[in-house]
């Protein structure tokens, strides 16, 4: 059974910064994305940044670009989000998800992830 379990959400202050940490177990796929996504009250779900485990490459949204960074550990067992320079509009419950897919189209696209964790909180005040 596939888990992801998040961490490290909380309150900060514009200009501070957080980690995120998601713990991942039971994905069994020779391939796969894995990454971070947000919604904050009465918006839609958003890609923040996933990777593609088939070749590295990282996705970022325009808005967190040179903000954030996603890495993943060397057993690909948990995903980091480095949030820095945060600012009011990153206010959101952050979520991790994952697609067992070799290629998506899309993939900062909510759509296509099936594996969701239950989500952490961040809350940056100004």
């Known amino acids: 059974q596939t888990q992801l379990v998040e961490s490290g959400g909380g309150s900060v202050q514009t200009g501070g910064s957080l980690r995120l940490s998601c713990a991942v177990s039971g994905l069994t796929y020779t391939y796969y994305y894995m990454g971070w996504f947000r919604q904050a009250p009465g918006k839609e779900r958003e890609g923040v940044a996933t990777i593609r485990t088939a070749n590295g490459t990282i996705y970022y949204a325009d808005s967190v670009k040179g903000r954030f960074t996603l890495s993943q550990d060397n057993a690909n067992e948990k995903l980091y989000l480095q949030m820095n320079n945060l600012k009011p509009e990153d206010t959101a419950m952050y979520y991790c998800?994952?697609?067992?897919?070799?290629?998506?189209?899309?993939?900062?696209?909510?759509?296509?992830?099936?594996?969701w964790g239950q989500g952490t909180q961040v809350t940056v005040s100004s």
């Open positions: 998800a994952a697609v067992g897919m070799w290629f998506v189209r899309d993939a900062l696209a909510p759509s296509n992830y099936n594996y």
